[in-house]
């Protein structure tokens, strides 16, 4: 597995300058999320599976709540963090502010795609559908679509200013879905499981350290996600120049 | 107030030319109608309409009709425009780039209202509603014509500069017009078969309108600025 280096931005001459210092550089940033959430995603799946003990209503599909919580909430803050990052990138067209929010799309989007993935496998068991069309739920897969609309933009749009500011439209579009889906179990009546406050000790426990995990993880993929953008931008501006 | 005057008579003119062009042209018009026509009868033969299932399956047709007949108005509206270059000479105009959105709103809401005309008498005829009921439903389908309309037009010239703009304006315009079309459909279901304890669908309708315009409107800007 490649782990992604940062480096600083510079002119020409100074980039050639300390380019042997950065290829003995270590990426400390990535190593250290990495090894920090892959340990942390190995001690949450066995409190997961082995340390929390099995739901008395639900059994055992109900092990999915502490992947598929930490996982949503990563999934929406992801949406947050690219609306941020395309309003900045409307006032102060800073190319790297435009990778934060690409690569937060990109993550993001992983994150809700497994959400939803991981709420069917809930609900077939415990509803007997994979799908309804709760609120929630709903204005998840709204959200989803939004992911994809922003991708599928930017990706046939190119990598230019006009590309961001129109990601940034997009984000602020959709930023109100993010609250909707928050709040439709307060709001309306629907399928989706309302917030629990009495669970056993054992099963916070595992919530809290499962969501440390995975943001964690989230963080670490960002920070790829991040570099593979500077790279891509480098790599399409090199081909320009030699053509 | 003379600013605000200067600014909707720059909407008026952006707008009369628009009117003008598809006037001259009648191409977008009749076949949204009949797209629009078409659909609805259609419909007829999918489902099983006997009398106890249509109202159930009315208010959905409708929306179905209206809004695939938007998405075909609104493509080929922003399709025509990028080929002769007619938004960037737009852009070149000192005017606010509200004023051409609001300008390209309204035609878009003419475009999509001529079909509404065209469709909802035909739509109590096939469903054998009373005649009466065209004046309940137009408030409604004014209403989500502005909602469909808002985004559509933004999604519409965002995506008229990609290559594969026929593909993407679905994909961007139909998640985000969701809350208005399940309001509509909802509101039309009232309208055909009124009950009680039903949640505000109308107010939700005009509020989702107001989001939509309004932030629409203000980032219009940022999509079309090079």
Known sequence: ?243 | MRDTAIFWQQVWAILWKDIRYELRSTQTWLSMGMFALLVLVIFNFTFDLRVNNVKAVAPGVLWIAFIFASLLGLGRTIAAERERSILDRLLLTPVDRKVIYLAKLVGNMLCIGVVEIVALPIFVLLFNFDIAIIGDLIPIVLLGTVGLASIGTLFSVMAAATRARELLLPVLVFPLVVPVIISAVQATSLVLSPAINEPPWLGLLIAFDIIFLSVSTLTFQFVVEE
């Open chain 1, 1 to 243: 597995m490649a782990l992604a280096k940062q480096t600083v931005e510079g002119d020409k001459a100074v980039k050639e300058t300390k380019k042997r210092q950065h290829l003995d550089r270590l990426p400390v940033a990535s190593l250290l999320l990495g090894v920090l959430s892959a340990i942390g995603m190995m001690i949450s799946m066995w409190l997961i599976f082995v340390y929390t003990p099995v739901d008395a209503l639900q059994g055992e599909p109900q092990r999915i709540f502490y992947l598929h919580v930490p996982m949503a909430w990563i999934g929406m803050f992801a949406y947050v963090v690219m609306t941020v990052a395309g309003i900045v990138y409307l006032f102060n067209a800073d190319e790297r502010v435009d990778w934060i929010a690409r690569a937060s799309a990109e993550v993001g989007f992983v994150f809700l795609t497994i959400t939803l993935i991981l709420g069917m496998l809930w609900g077939k068991p415990i509803w007997g559908a994979w799908w309804v069309w709760d609120p929630k739920l709903t204005a998840a897969l709204i959200l989803w679509f939004m992911y994809v609309g922003y991708i599928m933009l930017r990706s046939y749009w190119g990598r230019n200013r006009e590309s961001g500011r129109v990601g940034a439209v997009i984000g602020i579009i959709g930023i109100i879905d993010v609250p909707i889906i928050y709040m439709s179990v307060l709001w309306w009546r629907g399928q989706h499981p309302a917030p629990i406050s009495d669970l056993p000790p054992q099963a916070t426990l595992t919530l809290l350290v499962t969501l440390v995990s995975v943001t964690l993880l989230a963080c670490f993929l960002m920070v790829q996600a991040y570099q593979l953008q500077r790279l891509q931008t480098l790599a399409q501006r090199l081909r320009a120049s030699v053509e």
